[in-house]
T-cell receptor, first 117, second 114 residues
Framework: GENVEQHPSTLSVQEGDSAVIKCTYS??????FPWYKQELGKRPQLIID?????GEKKDQRIAVTLNKTAKHFSLHITETQPEDSAVYFC????????????????FGQGTILTVHP | DAGVIQSPRHEVTEMGQEVTLRCKPI?????LFWYRQTMMRGLELLIY????????DSGMPEDRFSAKMPNASFSTLKIQPSEPRDSAVYFC????????????FGQGTRLTVV
């Protein structure tokens, strides 16, 4: 099955700096890669996603890049602000255990991002 | 729409007791997922359904765990008997059409087994 590795596990930056989180995946059949943000005590919420036919996607201060050949994708946050502090999860969508259906999201272990004022 | 609704928000139970977690997906969504979140193991997919049919339960940890989806608007995750190592936050999520689409998470149920 799919295996998603996420690095780093913790990341501390100063306000205004950039933050980069990287993920690798194992299943070449995976074709959808969302990123979720989870604030303390709250639910994960989608912040950006990318599909396998696109190499890069940007939404204001956040961007995601995908390298399907190398099977890795990254989240970039520019001009970080204290409210960006949260746990960030990458995920990869692949086939179910029987190999018959997509929709199965496998998550990375998460990155705790702390932005210091 | 109120989003994905889970109940209860918190559950404290004694080891050996049966626990039932409930989920109401967003109306119109045809995929429903159950996840477990712990510090040690992160977010793990336990089982997911498409049109009320279980598609993949390979993440269910053992026979003590079972999940049902009797109709499009309701699902349960049951643990019987519960053990302290089952303590975690359990999330339900739903999506429309499953593939390449956003999964919307509920607020989660924090389960503590003492």
């Amino acid at each position: 099955g799919e295996n998603v590795e996420q690095h780093p596990s913790t990341l501390s930056v100063q306000e205004g700096d950039s933050a980069v989180i990287k993920c690798t995946y194992s299943d070449s059949a995976s074709n959808y890669f969302p990123w979720y943000k989870q604030e303390l005590g709250k639910r994960p919420q989608l912040i950006i996603d990318i599909r396998s036919n696109v190499g890069e996607k940007k939404d204001q201060r956040i961007a995601v890049t995908l390298n399907k050949t190398a099977k890795h994708f990254s989240l970039h946050i520019t001009e970080t602000q204290p409210e960006d502090s949260a746990v960030y999860f990458c995920a990869a969508e692949g086939l179910n255990a029987g190999g018959t259906s997509y929709g199965k999201l496998t998550f990375g272990q998460g990155t705790i991002l702390t932005v210091h004022p | 729409d109120a989003g994905v609704i889970q109940s209860p928000r918190h559950e404290v139970t004694e080891m050996g007791q049966e626990v039932t977690l409930r989920c109401k997906p967003i109306s119109g969504h045809d995929y429903l997922f159950w996840y477990r979140q712990t510090m040690m193991r992160g977010l793990e997919l336990l089982i997911y359904f498409n049109n009320n049919v279980p598609i993949d339960d390979s993440g269910m940890p053992e026979d003590r765990f079972s999940a049902k989806m009797p109709n499009a608007s309701f699902s349960t995750l049951k643990i019987q008997p519960s053990e302290p190592r089952d303590s975690a936050v359990y999330f339900c999520a739903s999506s429309y059409s499953g593939q390449n689409t956003e999964a919307f998470f509920g607020q989660g149920t924090r389960l503590t087994v003492v």
